[in-house]
């Protein structure tokens, strides 16, 4: 999660039922600058030779943090598999700190720098199919985060005279900035150990299982932390605190689950409260929608931080202040948004869709940030039923700027609309909507999370399963909501003789969504209109009586 710092609210909400002309916002769009993209952009984002010419299958990252000076120190092993032959890799690193030395084999290798790129050159071809590794030692002042988690890097501040309080966050600057690694989500690790070294007092809470605490000369303590899950980079964490610890577990569908949950120690007794309130009801909710949680040998972490939240795989950051919904307020406007800690279920659901299953291109974040607010909802369904979850939903509409595609430009590292947060959770539940079929559509979310386990996927990808699995072509819809700022709007006339008739205006060619309209008080009818006028086979239909859906479709509705 990285919301823009707070969702705008639209100026006008819309009504159960709008019979107006929505305002098309694509024409404005068309009058906005391009964006420049720079050759440091296409080094981030996109898979070059050097990056494409190797698989990651472990990381080892040893790092040693110097509190008073906020700088770090260390190494990051890479264990990997040859994609092909070559003798030339890639990896990431901001320019801010200093690469010391690349190591291979007993020999440092030379490495050229080109903005937070390091170009290491082997001194004999690595040949396609093989396993090899090297290791990267660097150090340096990190990148401070102003407003973390908003933008990336390290987060230094106390909870307390004299008590110091470490995080980094970095979900789309990336994790190069604070680590060396091959910064694109479609290379994940197979396994990760993390080593994180402090001063003697405090605990460094990362991802995965504690394996060894070992104190060292100096004052200081190591904590090794390894990850037996696949894991994106942009997860890896270092929280550091004089944490307390609370234990718990879960009986779910793989078995025991543990929970721990690392807290200040000021604040045990409400954490106790708050995530014995919210973690089992949450955990319950998507393992039935979802599946399985994605990481039991690994099990399942919050971590207080000093900044809001993100979904660190297996040590989910909080730092809601034990409030229930969005530090005390309901992003939906309707009530039903504080009756949860909105940072336990949305930055868990995320283990789902994010961690579990990872967009290859960060251009495609839609598929963590769409299904993950809308599993908000999933779980508001679970606790107060089905019409509490869409109320909860239409009134998240307020919050959708329609200003940009969802879907951002591809191979440069960059996001597309933050309306990838309410608007893909309202395109989420259209679908849900046309198939009309709830039993069908939690396996479809279900079948997901195993069809896709600990993968990186496309857009393509998902939405080609969900056509599958519903029996029904769905991609037009995706499309126009995805890949467009502006909404549909359904156009309806009333022929002279009084036969209705309807097409849809919208950017997508032969844009063809089925969507519900009814004679007012009657039953809903399924309509599949399209971009050409056709006849609306709804009886006793006319302009006075007409209803249409705009409770469970976000679109325009215009009738002449």
Same mark, same amino acid.
């Given at each position: 999660m990285r919301f823009p710092s707070a969702f705008s609210v639209l100026r006008a909400a819309l009504g159960a039922v709008a019979l107006l002309a929505l305002p098309r916002f694509g024409t404005a769009q068309l009058l906005q600058a391009k964006p420049a993209f720079t050759r440091a952009d296409s080094l981030r984002g996109t898979l070059t030779p050097p990056r494409s010419c190797y698989d990651v299958n472990y990381y080892h990252l040893d790092v040693k943090l110097d509190i008073g000076q906020k700088a770090i120190s260390g190494s990051n092993l890479f264990r990997f598999t040859a994609t092909q032959d070559f003798t030339r890799l890639q990896f990431d690193l901001f320019a801010n700190l200093k690469v010391e030395r690349v190591a291979y084999k007993g020999q440092n290798l030379p490495f050229t720098r080109e903005a937070n790129a390091v170009f290491v050159t082997f001194p004999q071809p690595i040949r396609q199919g093989s396993r090899d590794e090297f290791t990267v030692y660097y150090g340096g002042n990190p990148t401070i985060a102003q407003r973390a988690p908003w933008d990336g890097g390290f987060v230094f501040t106390e909870h307390g005279p004299g008590q110091p309080w470490v995080a980094t966050a970095c979900q789309g600057v990336g994790a190069s900035i604070w680590w060396p690694t091959k910064d694109h989500q479609s290379d994940e690790p197979d396994s990760m150990l993390i080593s994180v070294t402090v001063p003697k007092g405090l605990t460094d809470v990362s991802n995965g299982r504690l394996r060894k605490t070992t104190q060292l000369k100096g004052n200081l303590t190591r904590f090794d932390w390894a990850v037996t899950n696949p894991i994106n980079n942009y997860d890896v964490a270092l929280n550091v605190a004089n944490y307390a610890h609370i234990g718990d577990t879960y009986q779910g569908e793989k078995g025991r689950l543990t929970l721990d949950y690392w807290v200040l120690p000021e604040n045990v007794d409400k954490a106790k409260k708050q995530f014995g309130a919210n973690v089992k009801p949450m955990l319950k909710a998507f393992e039935s929608w979802f599946g399985p949680y994605p990481f039991y040998e690994d099990g399942y972490k919050l971590v207080e931080t000093p900044h809001l939240g993100m979904e660190?795989?297996?040590?989910?950051?909080?730092?809601?202040?034990?409030?229930?919904?969005?530090?005390?307020?309901?992003?939906?406007?309707?009530?039903?948004?504080?009756?949860?800690d909105f940072i336990v279920v949305h930055e868990s659901g995320h283990e789902w869709f994010g961690n579990n299953i990872t967009s290859k291109d960060i251009a495609d974040m839609w598929i963590h940030e769409s299904f993950t607010t809308y599993s908000e909802s999933l779980f508001a369904e679970s606790q107060f039923g089905k019409p509490a979850a869409l109320e909860f939903l239409h009134g998240m509409r307020r919050n959708i700027q329609n200003d940009a595609p969802i879907i951002g430009p591809y191979g440069v590292n960059r996001e597309g609309s933050g309306d990838m947060y309410p608007k893909g959770a309202v395109l989420l539940n259209m679908a849900r909507t046309v198939i009309n079929d709830d039993q069908k559509w939690r396996q479809i979310l279900r079948g997901l999370n195993q069809q896709f386990y600990h993968q990186t996927v496309s857009t393509e990808q998902i939405v080609g399963y969900i056509n599958q699995q519903a029996g029904r072509d769905l991609t037009k819809m995706f499309d126009q909501y995805l890949?467009?700022?502006?909404?549909?709007?359904?156009?309806?006339? /009333?022929?002279?003789?009084? !036969?209705?008739? $309807?097409?849809?205006?919208?950017?997508?060619?032969? /844009?063809?969504?089925?969507? !519900?309209?009814? $004679?007012?008080?009657?039953?809903?009818?399924?309509?599949?209109?399209t971009t050409t006028f056709q006849a609306v086979d709804v009886p006793g239909l006319s302009k006075d009586n007409l209803e249409v859906d705009t409770f469970n479709y976000y679109i325009g509705v215009l009738v002449e």
């Open positions: 660190h795989q297996s040590a989910v950051a909080y730092g809601n202040k034990y409030l229930n919904g969005y530090l005390g307020r309901d992003l939906s406007g309707t009530g039903w948004g504080t009756r949860w890949r467009h700022p502006s909404i549909p709007t359904l156009e309806i006339r /009333f022929e002279p003789d009084g !036969r209705p008739v $309807a097409r849809w205006i919208a950017d997508v060619r032969g /844009f063809d969504m089925p969507v !519900r309209v009814r $004679a007012k008080g009657g039953e809903w009818r399924l309509i599949q209109p």
